[in-house]
């Protein structure tokens, strides 16, 4: 049971649930894949003994650094929900120290979607929630953005 499972009130229904975009965890897998292309240019150039250590040397860091990316990605990832309920918007984020922010959806007075170019292409993007006083923190990376603006208007 997530964290919005456990703040529904009575009556209360959840719409929709956004997910993070696969796009968070492209730079660990760049950094993997230029681990393994390092690993096979060592074994390639093995006759020179000091380019075959500096190159296992570069592709162990970057094994490190992609595998360290990864499980960073993977835990933004798992501990990040956003829920649209038939009453409000639920933003949570964090693993240890939680940071929630909710906003009834009577007091949404716009839904902004920022894409890029490529995020247009692969559906990914950034939504910003503005509300009567105050606003949600720009919501980064969001899989299905326009979904999302979706389902909020189609609940406010």
């Known amino acids: 049971m997530g964290y919005a499972e456990r703040v529904l ?23 993997v894949a230029a681990a393994a292309g390092l690993a096979i240019g060592a074994l390639v150039l093995h006759a020179n003994n000091t380019l075959y250590i500096g190159l296992l040397a570069a592709a162990a860091i970057a094994l490190f650094l992609g595998i360290y990316q990864l499980m960073r990605a993977w835990l933004v990832s798992a501990n990040t929900e956003i829920i649209v309920t038939s009453r409000r918007v639920i933003y949570k984020t964090g693993f240890i120290s939680r940071n929630t922010v909710e906003m009834n959806l009577d007091k949404v007075e716009s839904v902004l979607v920022q894409q890029t170019l490529l995020g247009r292409m692969i559906d990914y993007g950034t939504v910003i929630i503005r509300g009567v006083g105050a606003g949600l923190e720009p919501i980064s990376n969001i899989g299905a953005p326009l979904l999302l603006h979706r389902h909020i208007s189609a609940q406010a």
């Open 9 to 31: 009130q009575p009556g209360e229904t959840i719409a929709y649930r956004a997910r993070l975009h696969w796009i968070i965890y492209l730079l660990g897998m760049l950094c």
